[in-house]
């Protein structure tokens, strides 16, 4: 289960707001049995390893990229030919938005589909239940799109922190950093590390922190597909052909 602070973290709106700042992925995930990305500085080799390791996809995700979802994915209704006509109809620009906000109960789309098909005069029923999962399935591609960015860019960023980190774990003495990388020790403690030594170990945990944080942000592409689809046969099952 995500962490509802991470999702506020990301602060998503479906209209393409910013994306992430910071179920498995193939990067390392530094649990408690782990690997350090640092290692001590007499195995260099290793410390190369790490850094190798996270840098090599720039989708960290078990769940496979997919850059835009189509709507033979999810929809088995009337072929999706016109992309862009709703953007003209306010009624369907203000309910798509409102059914793909994750925000919104599975109970409340339901409710918001059948109240918006019960409207609909019978001779543009279907037509209009059709352009309204367009207007769904635009809105949540570009959801998955700024997500995804989000999520590379943290990626990156992990990259290069761990390329700084792994420079800064080679300036310390061998006996430094294996104190540093001792979560048993207290940073900061007078007399028993240096300074270097507490900036390492400060960085190295938060470091370490940040990249526990990537498989909860790679569930959410899988939650995004996963509420199209909801709403899609939802639509679906308000059309009379």
């Given at each position: ?7 506020r ?57 997919v ?51 019960a ?9 209009k239940l ?112």
């Open positions: 289960m995500i962490d509802v602070s991470l999702i973290r990301f602060g998503w709106s479906i209209a393409g707001a910013a994306a992430l700042a910071t179920v498995v992925c193939s990067a390392p995930s530094f649990g408690q049995d782990a690997e350090p990305a640092v290692q001590a500085p007499s195995s260099a080799p290793d410390t190369q390893s790490a850094v190798q390791a996270v840098q090599k996809d720039e989708w960290p995700c078990v769940y496979r990229k850059p835009e979802l189509s709507a033979a994915t999810i929809w088995d209704g009337p072929p999706i030919t016109d992309t862009t006509s709703w953007h003209s109809d306010d009624a369907i620009r203000k309910l798509s938005q409102y059914l793909i906000s994750r925000r919104v109960k599975p109970e409340e789309v339901e409710a918001a589909i059948k109240k918006y098909a409207s609909l005069p019978a001779d543009q029923h279907d037509a059709t352009e309204l999962f367009s207007a769904v399935l635009t809105r949540t591609n570009e959801d998955r799109k700024t997500v995804m960015h989000g999520i590379e860019k943290m990626h990156k960023q992990q990259v290069e922190r761990s390329k700084e980190i792994e420079k800064e774990a080679l300036a310390l003495q061998p006996e430094e950093q294996a104190e540093a990388e001792n979560s048993s020790q207290e940073a900061g403690v007078a007399g028993k590390e240096s300074d270097a030594e507490t900036k390492y170990k400060w960085e190295l945990r938060a470091f370490q922190e940040k990249q526990a944080n990537i498989p909860l942000a790679c569930e959410v592409p899988q939650l995004i597909d996963e509420r199209a689809g909801d709403i899609a046969r939802t639509i679906r099952a308000e059309m009379k052909s």
